[in-house]
């Protein structure tokens, strides 16, 4: 029995094990982080495009809103009925364009509804009803929050993708680290192993 | 001479008039459409008999039939031209509207599109809109009802 477990059979059974410990590591431990990685790369893809989607809608609007102001202000230095006409009309059309855009980031539901709003407060705006122009800027304002919300909420999620990668990554890397050390242990242990069974055969050694 | 010439002007007057104004020339076609309870009946070829006494009422009974009546719901198919959608409210005790835009968000404020409200019961209410060739919706946001398409195409 102590024949069996002799040193030399010892290490060669530690250095097989290390050997395999390192190949489950590399074969099932680490492809599966870097799947899960693969998928949050995916993700974190697919937010960056709403990010900028969104900011894109944000910076739209606001550049819409700022050319309906300078309609508003062109219009009132013209004295001609027609051209004043014209000028609200391209003025209600800009703000419009900016809250269509803008609501098209609201459930479907919501999106009709509010589009209907905004059609019939642009129709009544540009007959140059105050109250109705006053109500498409609280639409802005109301819908500019709504998607400055869905950025911010797009953004938390991205930071906490991102998070999640760089945790996935190091654990990755730690995993093949462990498996190099593994398999250059378990080579060391095995190659004792060897050099001790073949001192033993030579020495006779029991 | 001078009547000769008087015709010619006028005649040339009117073909510029013709090519300027295209639409004056045209008639509009009437689209007649009914509303009862959360639904258009034309485009669903029945009255479901749907009861509805505020708008929420529509929105839970959309919610489960929706997807059903508007897979069998007819596409209206009009060709492009000016139109004016005579739109009544038969028995819907609250008011409702019309809701005519282009089926692509995006496209929604460069599109023909027509919208208005005021259709109290009993009411029919006019809606003029020319329309190009593209796709579009229509529905009413305040019964509400689903959003039916319209194809409009040479």
Redesign the interface.
């Known amino acids: 029995m102590s024949r069996l477990f002799s040193i030399d059979v010892f290490l060669a059974v530690i250095g097989t094990l290390a050997a395999a410990a390192s190949v489950i590591i590399n074969q099932q431990w680490l492809p599966e982080k870097r799947d899960a990685v693969t998928l949050l790369l995916d993700a974190q893809s697919a937010n960056r495009y709403q990010i900028v989607q969104l900011e894109d809608t944000k910076r739209e609007a606001v550049r819409l809103r700022d050319l309906n102001m300078l309609y508003g202000m062109l219009r009132y230095q013209t004295m001609d009925a027609a051209s004043r006409s014209m000028i609200l009309d391209q003025a209600i059309s800009a703000y419009e364009t900016a809250l269509i855009s803008m609501a098209r980031h609201e459930p479907t539901d919501a999106f009709d509804a509010t589009g209907f709003k905004i059609e019939n407060l642009a129709a009544a705006a540009r007959k140059d009803d105050m109250a109705a122009l006053q109500g498409l800027a609280g639409e802005f304002v109301r819908l500019f929050q709504i998607v400055d919300q869905k950025r911010q909420a797009y953004s938390n999620d991205q930071r906490q993708v991102t998070a999640k990668i760089s945790e996935l990554r190091q654990a990755a890397d730690q995993l093949s680290a462990l498996s190099a050390y593994l398999q250059v242990f378990g080579l060391i242990l095995v190659m004792l192993a060897t050099i001790v069974g073949l001192k033993r055969i030579e020495l006779c050694l029991p | 001479m001078m009547r000769t010439m008087t015709r010619t002007l006028a005649l040339a007057a009117s073909l510029v008039l013709l090519i300027v104004m295209p639409g004056s020339a045209q008639e509009a076609t009437v689209i007649t459409l009914t509303q009862t309870g959360c639904q258009f009946t034309e485009p669903e070829g029945t009255d479901h008999g749907y009861t509805t006494t505020a708008p929420e009422d529509c929105?839970a009974i959309n919610r489960k039939s929706r997807e059903q009546r508007l897979a069998a719901h007819d596409v209206l198919r009009l060709e492009p031209g000016r139109y004016i959608f005579r739109v009544s409210n038969v028995n819907v005790p609250y008011e409702l509207?019309f809701?005519l835009?282009a089926s692509n968000?995006?496209l929604?404020?460069?599109a023909p599109?027509?919208?208005?409200?005021g259709l109290g019961q009993g009411e029919t209410q006019d809606y003029a809109v020319d329309l190009s060739p593209g796709d579009y919706l229509y529905?009413c946001?305040?019964n509400?009802t689903p959003?039916y398409r319209l194809v409009v195409s040479e």
């Open positions: 929105k509207g809701y835009r968000r995006a929604i404020p460069f599109r027509v919208s208005g409200g529905s946001p305040y509400p959003n």
